[in-house]
């Protein structure tokens, strides 16, 4: 069975540029969670979609964005970049979202 | 307060030495609790759910303490592959509140 597939798994853009990061779940996940890791800390909790509806929000601005569609593949918006958002960003999927979460390969984003 | 804190390391052992470490996490209502293991440049893979009675996985043993909000990884018998980053990760709401991670390295 594959596991969570990202897309692209690089990216280079400029600063105010938009981008839009996509990820597929774990065939029969409904639950899909995006995180931003920066180096040398843990991954930060930006989103959850359950069923198409945002669960959960982190502490991130508004210049970032997430939908999740029928066939529970979500994307990942992010506009006005700045270099600070320059990281990797994991989508991980789950069952439900109270269990276990199985992380994607990241789409690593350099913003210059 | 971060919400899971961790001894970054690193933890330098040789093959076949015993490690352990542990986190603390500050919210009480957290649900459920986990290690990850992310190695150089890609992404967290589980290692283990962490119940309160303990529980084990081979070499490897966690531990959680619901009064000190307290959770422990123990590695036996340490492997060369067993060189990463270890992740204290706490589900709280749905969402997964990750430490910074402990680098363990284990040397020939």
């Known amino acids: 069975d594959a596991g969570v597939t990202q897309s692209p798994t690089h990216l280079i853009k400029t600063r105010g540029q938009h981008v839009t990061l996509r990820c597929s779940p774990i065939?029969?996940?409904?639950?899909v969670s995006w995180y931003q890791q920066v180096l040398g800390q843990g991954p930060q909790f930006i989103f959850q979609?359950?069923?198409?509806?945002?669960?959960g929000r982190g502490n991130f601005p508004d210049r970032f964005s997430a939908r999740q569609f029928p066939n529970y593949s979500s994307e990942l918006n992010v506009n006005a970049l700045l270099l600070g958002d320059s990281a990797l960003y994991l989508c991980?999927?789950?069952?439900?979202?109270?269990?276990?979460?199985?992380f994607g390969q990241g789409t690593r984003l350099t913003v210059v | 307060r971060k919400e899971v804190e961790q001894d970054p390391g690193p933890f330098n052992v040789p093959e076949g030495a015993t490690v352990a470490f542990n986190c603390t996490y500050s919210?009480?209502?957290?649900?459920?609790f986990f290690w990850y293991r992310q190695d150089c440049r890609k992404e967290p893979k589980l290692l283990m759910s962490?119940?309160?009675s303990g529980n084990e996985d081979g070499r490897f043993t966690a531990q959680l303490n619901r009064a000190s909000q307290y959770i422990s990884l123990l590695i036996r018998d340490s492997k060369l592959s067993d060189s990463a980053t270890y992740l204290c990760?706490?589900?709280?709401?749905?969402?997964?509140?990750f430490g910074a991670g402990t680098t363990v390295t284990v040397r020939a």
């Open positions: 991980a999927s789950s069952l439900v979202g109270r269990e276990e979460a199985f």
């Open positions: 065939s029969g996940h409904k639950s």
């Open positions: 979609y359950y069923e198409k509806e945002e669960r």
């Open positions: 919210n009480s209502a957290s649900q459920s």
């Open positions: 962490v119940y309160s």
């Open positions: 990760v706490v589900n709280h709401d749905y969402k997964l509140s």
